[in-house]
């Protein structure tokens, strides 16, 4: 279905979650976020980042560690409560809350009672209006008090890490779960009301083959997955140490993977789901494909989604606040963030301050990710001419005026295309995930 073109894959490249990305970030005042929540109006979102999990798997490059060390959680949790009061202080009157996210590491490492506080909290500090709330699951460590929680808090949106149902992969992943596990905590979800639940799932795992994958696939859409989203697994020892206890030899090849992707989306589309993007499927009636089809689609730190806002605040160690002019991320070390935010302080450290070129090209890398084409302004139609020759050439994009497209079967080599505009990409020796 797609035409291979190893050479245009072979550099890695971003995921584009925001642009500039987190690693082109650098040292920025504190005092930069607190003007921009104070600036914030109108609708906001929020993010939650739970940085632990009940076990470790050997792929992950979340910033999560195990929940074992019952000090520790309390701790952070408490400052966490600390930042949400800091952060509500700062926000005018006229800002209201309109989605929040949980995510992690996994948000049920903690207790259901912690994380009922913390949707309290949340309720009693922030101006919440008509809220859409989400949260990501480990099925390893649901319940049905987990299920309980899920429908007090009023939660209509879960993803659940699958990655894949082929055990001999869970294995070697460090990410062992039961088919049982899985469809226990999907009815536990349902009864809770959430009637938007999303699938992760990986390929180019370790020892996976095609067949593996068609079988996870046909699994998830038996399941009843509303939503599914389909990562390619990046394989980067030298930037995430506990990668190293998989076995590179046993990773599928270049060419393996592509056809994968392949597999994926052309399973997935016959089968009633709409493609979002280059790596998520949704079914039609689910609000992902339904912002997709209304050409409403957006990408943020979360990956692609439906929040039509500008301003998304994010609370935890890590995690990553944006504004149309400032990108913030808040201190990655544990211990750091837990001493600044327990003060009242906000604990951003590193990001950007977005000038007017960076939103263009930022714009014109989100539209080509969630549409699929964007009108370039002169300035960068100008200087991205000759990069785009080779796809041009190769008929996986065209010109349309000053309207830059990916045809059909460019789809593939989305990011590696999105790259083409991205002026750090061209001083920057950081290594990427695959493009594919």
Not at 38 to 57: N, V
Not at 75 to 81: N, T, V
Not at 368 to 385: E, N, R, V
Request: contains cysteine; glycine residues 8%; negative net charge.
């Amino acid at each position: 279905m797609w035409p291979y073109h190893p050479e245009l894959l072979e550099t890695p490249v971003p995921r584009y979650t925001s642009y500039p990305t987190a690693v082109d970030f650098g040292e920025l005042p504190t005092a930069a976020l607190t003007h921009a929540i104070e600036g914030a109006s109108g609708d906001i979102s929020l993010y939650l980042h739970i940085p632990f999990c009940e076990s470790i798997c050997h792929y992950c490059g979340c910033n999560t560690g195990k929940a074992n060390r019952k000090q520790r959680v309390e701790s952070y949790l408490a400052a966490l409560h600390t930042e949400i009061e800091t952060v509500a202080s700062l926000l005018p009157r006229d800002a209201r809350v309109r989605r929040i996210a949980f995510g992690g590491g996994s948000p049920n490492a903690i207790e259901p009672s912690q994380f009922i506080a913390l949707v309290d909290a949340l309720g009693r500090n922030f101006w919440l209006g008509d809220c859409e709330w989400s949260i990501e699951l480990d099925p390893r460590s649901m319940s049905s008090v987990w299920g309980e929680a899920v429908a007090e808090a009023g939660i209509t949106r879960a993803s659940m890490g699958v990655q894949t149902f082929a055990a001999h992969c869970q294995k070697a992943i460090g990410r062992e779960q039961s088919d049982a596990m899985i469809c226990r905590s999907i009815d536990w979800l349902r009864d809770a009301g959430v009637t938007s639940l999303n699938f992760d799932l990986m390929y180019g795992l370790p020892h996976q083959s095609a067949d593996d994958l068609a079988d996870s696939l046909e699994y998830t859409k038996l399941l009843g997955a509303d939503r599914i989203a389909v990562f390619g697994y990046a394989h980067v020892p030298h930037l995430i140490a506990r990668q190293r206890i998989i076995d590179a030899g046993a990773l599928p090849d270049a060419k393996a993977r592509f056809d994968m992707a392949a597999m994926a989306h052309e399973f997935l589309t016959n089968e009633g789901y709409d493609a979002i993007g280059f790596d998520h499927f949704a079914l039609p009636r689910d609000p992902m494909a339904i912002a997709t089809q209304s050409g409403r689609l957006r990408r943020n730190f979360q990956g692609f989604s439906d929040d039509p806002g500008e301003v998304l605040i994010g609370l935890g160690a890590s995690a990553i606040s944006g504004f149309p002019h400032l990108i913030a991320q808040n201190e990655k070390n544990n211990g750091r963030y837990r001493m600044k935010a327990s003060q009242g302080m906000l604990t951003s450290s590193v990001g950007v301050v977005r000038n007017r070129e960076d939103q263009m090209r930022g714009k014109v890398i989100e539209d080509l990710l969630c549409k699929g084409f964007a009108t370039l302004p002169p300035c960068i139609y100008a200087s991205c001419g000759i990069k785009l020759d080779r796809f041009i050439g190769r008929s996986l994009a065209r010109f349309d005026g000053m309207t830059f497209v990916i045809q059909p079967a460019g789809l593939p080599y989305a990011r590696a295309i999105a790259a083409q505009f991205d002026q750090f990409r061209e001083v920057s020796q950081r290594r990427f995930s695959s493009a594919i």
